[in-house]
Every structure is written in C-alpha cells, then in structure tokens.
C-alpha cells in the first residue's frame, strides 16, 4: 500500500483510475499537441474554466478540476516535506509518518480509544526509558533486557485494541482503487480515486487521517520499514552503491542522506519523534490537494470547509536554508561486490525551476529517449559495450539543485573504464558539436506528448497540478513551461553542457566484480 520514490515531472508513471473515458479527451490531447506552443496560453484559458482554486482559512490550497466523463474522481495531497527536512537522528522520520498516515484516529481503526490511549501513552514512555538505558554506555546488559520485555508487554497490550488496516478496508469497500503513497527528498504524497458519489467519504478521510492521526503500532511498523531498507538497500549492490554515490555528492544539503533513512535512525526514532515531525510539517499551508473528475466545487467547497476547516491553523513550517556549496573536485566511489559490474556518474545542476530546465529535458531527450538516441545508439548498438544506457534528470530531488546522473550497466567482459569512455564522448559530442535539427524537433515533439499525455487520467493530472504548485506556486506552470520547449537552442544545449560536464564537477560511482571470499576467509 506504501512506497518510497523519488519521482519528478519526467518520470511520473500514468496511474489509471478506473471507468475514465479516455476518448472524449484524446482529441483534446492530440489538437493540444499539433498547434504550436503560442497557442496554449489560450490552452490555459480554456482549462481555467474548468478549474476552481479554493483556499481554506487554515491556509490548505485545493484546485478543484471539472472532468465530467465518468463518474469518479481522483485526487493528489502534496505536503512540502521531505527526507531533506530531516535532521541529525531521524533519517528516514518524513518516510516513517507516511506508513503512520495510514494507521488511523481515534475513531478509525481502534476498538476502544479511551484504553488504547492510555495504552500508547504507557508503551511510549516504557520505550523512553528502555532507549535511555541502551544508549547508556554504563548501563547494566541485564537491566536493559529487563526494561527491553517491559517495553515488549506494554506493545503487545496496545495492540489489542487495533483495528488492522480499518482506512484502507473502508475506502476499497466502497470502491476506491489506486490506494497509495510515497515520500522522496522533496515531498509527500497521498492519493486514491473513489466513485463521485463518496465524495463526501473523502473529505471526511483524508481530513480525519491529518486532524488526529494516532501512532499505533509505531514499533511494529519502523520493523517493517527496517526491512523495507534491507531489501531496497543493503541487499542489493546498486542500492548500496547509489546509497554511497548520494552521501558523496552532497557535502553540506540534507540530500545526502538517503530517503528511507540510516539503519540506525530508523532503529531509534520514537513515536514522539514522529508526532514532533507531523506537528511540525504536516500544517494547512504546507499542504495542496487538486481533486479532478466528476465533481461540483459548488457542492464540493462545502465539504471541504465543514471537514478540512476542522484541522488548525498552525505557523509555518521552517524552511531549510542550507545550500550546497560548489563542487571543486571530482569523487569517485568504487564497489567492490560479486555482482555484475554497473557505471554511473553525476554532474551538479541547478533546481528544477531553473531557467535552464529545458535544455537540460533536451539533454536528456536526445543522450537516452529511445533506440534513436545517441547512449543506445552508440553503447548498446554499435560499439556493443553495454546492454543499457541512460540518464535521469532530477537525482535524488528536484527542488534543490542536484545532480544529472548517466549510467550503463556493461556487456559480458566490457570493463568500467570503456563504458566511462563511450558516455565522456557523448558528452563531449554535446558541448563541441551543434545537435542536429531532426534531434531538436524530436525532443520538442516528445516533450509535449509527454507532458500532455501526463493530463490523459484523472489523477495523473492531479498529480501534475500539485507537482507544479509545490515547484513553482503556480499550478499553471504545467500549461507555461511547454512554452518553453520551444526556445531551446543549440548554442543553449553548448552552452550548458560545458557549464555541467567537466571534472570538477563530476561525481563517478561503479560497481566492480570482485570474487566471492572463498568459505575458509569468511566470518562465522
């Protein structure tokens, strides 16, 4: 029901929420994509009739989107916070309160709430005291056991009055699909699709779920999320390498810790962490939700001021002001693993809302979309050195500057170094040589199939809606920034790839296969 990502404008898979009627809307699509880009201003303006932009006193902003083809609606809560809001300790807090999200409140999920309060409250402070004494370098092994099975008594008492997974059954039962969540280094995200007579279900969920959430079975989920990074992370070598790859790049901005957070934080962040956390960045004016389908915001506003205006308003939440300072030498990270060898490098860029993000979406377009492009063409097809090749754009976040990342993974008996070689020649072909009209023309045309084709589902056009309000304040930049597809040049795409692709700047992270420890070296 829950996931981690990292997702970004360019990647976001389609998620289709059901009985949506794609037809009416293809043409739409397709006329928007075949007339040039001075067009879509009055794009805008067409749409904007359809959209209604409602703000609660609280400070909660939700875009209210008429798409009356099936009757079902979709819809997408962003909250501003993310694995770079976390501090020392408690890596990993922004991914915890996601699964927690889905625990319940005092009146979903419990039997009896009154006992079960009182019960959580006797388990969090059974648990404080059980954790003072194992960070206590002095403290007596056997005494810690002893406070380790009390803290264990008091969990299993609590857990007699849940209700396993009471939110969810509630919202399958009466019909909602695509149930999930995730956190990246930027973000939180919720969201679900519901037949359009429940809408007032949901008003009432999604607002009971951030009014008074309840922290139960808080241990017994950071077990579960400790093995979520055992499987993700310490299992497999990619994941290990990529793990040291981000710790390197980042120097001083919290991007350099990973999204799921350090074994150790996920092992002793308490139940008031979380709940400090949820205080903290989970408040009317760090959130946004667009709701797209059959809906009627006449109707619709009310709901969301009787059930959402219950929530308090509350001071902002602190924004980070770390920046991180420029790259002046190159890293390299090397793992040594029995595995099959895997190359990438980084090179620092700025933000996503950088004047320069399309040329950068160029870049990307013409080094990896498809068998056309200039990785698969020269790697994987002529010179046969790997058996994939390709960039992504917006690692590990997007609204701090962060890094463009290239990787391959070689062909049979192909070393790093000849991989390294082959991508430095593309990116030297880049800032040397002009790109060809046919390659401009294709990226352009890809691009805005690739952005409108974002709009074809319901809720993958709320995706996108809160996607750009977060980025850029302004819904609206959806419809804007295909605009600018069309101002990118060639000397543009010169231009950054030598700002970008030098050594200075460069990040190198690979996997070289070493041979498994013979039986007799290994530890016992």
């Known amino acids: 029901m829950m996931t981690t990502t990292t997702q970004n404008r360019s990647t976001y898979k389609i998620l289709r929420a059901s009985c949506i009627n794609v037809f009416k809307y293809g043409l739409l699509f397709f006329t928007l994509l075949t007339v040039p880009a001075s067009a879509w201003s009055q794009s805008l303006e067409a749409f904007e009739q359809r959209v209604t932009e409602h703000t609660l006193k609280n400070g909660w902003k939700f875009i209210l989107v008429e798409r009356p083809v099936a009757p079902v609606f979709a819809f997408m809560t962003r909250v501003d916070v993310g694995s770079a809001q976390e501090g020392a300790g408690v890596t990993g807090l922004a991914h915890m309160f996601e699964h927690m999200a889905f625990k319940g409140t005092p009146r979903l999920g419990t039997k009896d709430y009154e006992k079960e309060k009182l019960a959580l409250k ?15 370098p002095q403290a007596d092994p056997a005494h810690v056991a002893q406070l380790f099975n009390a803290f264990k008594d008091k969990q299993k008492a ?15 039962r009466e019909g909602g699909v695509s149930l999930n969540a995730f956190t990246s280094a930027d973000v939180t995200g919720y969201f679900y699709a519901l037949p359009s007579n429940k809408v007032e279900l949901f008003a009432y969920l999604e607002s009971e779920r951030f009014l008074e959430p309840v922290f139960r079975e808080f241990y017994e989920e950071r077990d579960v999320v400790m093995e979520e990074r055992r499987m993700r992370t310490e299992s497999r070598p990619v994941g290990r390498l990529l793990e040291q790859f981000t710790a390197t790049s980042f120097t001083a901005h919290p991007y350099h810790h990973p999204v799921i957070g350090y074994a150790s934080d996920i092992q002793s962040y308490t139940m008031t962490d979380a709940r400090d956390f949820y205080r ?45 300072p420029p790259s002046i030498a190159e890293k390299i990270i090397t793992l040594q693993d029995p595995s099959q060898p895997f190359y990438l490098e980084g090179y620092h860029k700025p933000s996503i809302t950088h004047e320069d993000q399309p040329v950068f979406d160029a870049i990307d377009d013409i080094l990896t979309n498809g068998r056309t492009s200039r990785f698969y063409r020269s790697l994987v097809r002529d010179k046969k050195i790997a058996v994939a090749a390709g960039a992504y754009g917006a690692y590990p976040g997007e609204k701090y500057p962060h890094l463009w990342v290239a990787y391959a993974v070689p062909g049979r008996g192909v070393e790093n170094v000849t991989i390294q070689q082959a991508i430095r020649e593309e990116l030297e072909r880049l800032k040397n040589e002009d790109v060809t009209d046919e390659e401009l023309s294709k990226f352009r045309t890809r691009a805005k199939a690739n952005l409108i084709y974002s709009l074809k589902s319901n809720l993958g056009l709320a995706m996108s809606l809160t996607d750009y309000h977060t980025l850029f304040g302004d819904w609206r930049e959806l419809f804007r920034y295909i605009e600018r597809f069309d101002k990118v040049t060639k000397e543009d795409i010169r231009r950054v790839a030598k700002q970008t692709f030098h050594a200075s700047n460069r990040v190198v992270a690979q996997i070289e296969t070493a041979e498994p420890p013979s039986p007799a070296t290994q530890t016992h």
């Open 122 to 136: 006797q388990l969090e402070e059974a648990y404080l005291i059980y954790q003072q004494a194992k960070f206590d």
């Open 280 to 324: 903290t960045y989970y408040v009317p004016t760090n959130m946004v939700t667009a709701i797209v389908g059959d809906i009627h915001p006449k109707t619709l506003i009310p709901l969301l001021e009787k059930y959402f205006g219950r929530i308090p308003a509350a001071p902002p939440s602190p924004k980070l002001r770390t920046v991180e």
């Open 158 to 172: 609590a857990s007699q009055y849940v209700k396993k997974n009471e939110f969810g059954d509630i919202i399958e």
